[in-house]
């Protein structure tokens, strides 16, 4: 999971700096690092204490959810 989130961050600074239709700045990649360490921490907080199967999938489905939402609040504004 964390290397998937690394090769995900890298590829978007590779791409912000090759493609010019993807204009990130530095801001923008750090508010997506701090997404994916939310993300991957929350994942793994939740499978590691968490008992239950149900329950832990409720959490991790939680937390995924709340993760888009905020992405999609950054980046469009979905909540105005």
Same mark, same amino acid.
């Given at each position: 999971m964390w290397?998937?989130?690394?090769? $995900?961050?890298?590829?978007?600074?590779? &791409?912000?700096?090759? !493609? %010019?239709?993807?204009?990130?700045?530095?801001?923008? +990649? #750090? /508010?997506?690092?701090?997404?994916?360490?939310? $993300?991957?921490?929350?994942?793994?907080? &939740?499978?590691?204490? !968490? %008992?239950?199967?149900?329950?832990?999938?409720?959490? +991790? #489905? /939680?937390?995924?959810?709340?993760?888009?939402?905020?992405?999609?609040?950054?980046?469009?504004?979905?909540?105005?």
């Amino acid at each position: 999971m964390w290397l998937g989130a690394g090769t $995900l961050l890298s590829t978007a600074m590779v &791409a912000s700096a090759i !493609v %010019p239709a993807m204009d990130w700045g530095d801001e923008d +990649i #750090l /508010a997506l690092a701090a997404l994916l360490l939310a $993300l991957c921490g929350g994942v793994e907080l &939740a499978v590691r204490t !968490v %008992p239950g199967r149900p329950a832990r999938t409720a959490a +991790i #489905l /939680a937390i995924v959810t709340t993760v888009l939402l905020v992405f999609a609040e950054l980046a469009v504004g979905i909540l105005h």
